[in-house]
């Protein structure tokens, strides 16, 4: 069974930084996608970036890319997102997922963790 569990989210103000981390169990995730999206008040979820995990490429929202870095964590299975320069527009609950990487549809969903931006 696929588990993602979110950490790293809090308060913060604008312009500073926050790195979010993803572990994720439950099976060998060589051949999936790992993607960041993020939830605001009253919005729907969006997408925020997703690295490849074999090969590494990585994508990225246009509001976030130059700020955001998606990356594969030092520890197994981590998946983290650093984002640096945060604006009060980034206030959201972010979700870690996972899809094989020949599914178009996201199978697997985090938690969330909560990322508050004060101006």
């Known amino acids: 069974q696929v588990q993602l569990v979110e950490s790293g989210g809090g308060l913060v103000q604008a312009g500073d930084s926050l790195r979010l981390s993803c572990a994720a169990t439950?099976?060998?995730?060589?051949?999936?996608?790992m993607g960041w999206f993020r939830q605001a008040p009253g919005k729907e979820r969006e997408f925020v970036a997703s690295?490849?995990?074999?090969?590494?490429?990585?994508y990225y929202a246009d509001s976030v890319r130059g700020r955001f870095t998606i990356s594969k964590g030092n520890a197994k299975n981590t998946v983290d997102l650093q984002m640096n320069s945060l604006k009060p527009e980034d206030t959201a609950v972010y979700y870690c997922?996972?899809?094989?990487?020949?599914?178009?549809?996201?199978?697997?969903w985090g938690q969330g963790t909560q990322v508050t931006v004060s101006s």
């Open positions: 690295v490849m995990w074999s090969g590494g490429s990585t």
């Open positions: 439950g099976r060998t995730f060589s051949s999936y996608h």
């Open positions: 997922a996972a899809r094989q990487v020949t599914k178009l549809m996201y199978e697997y």
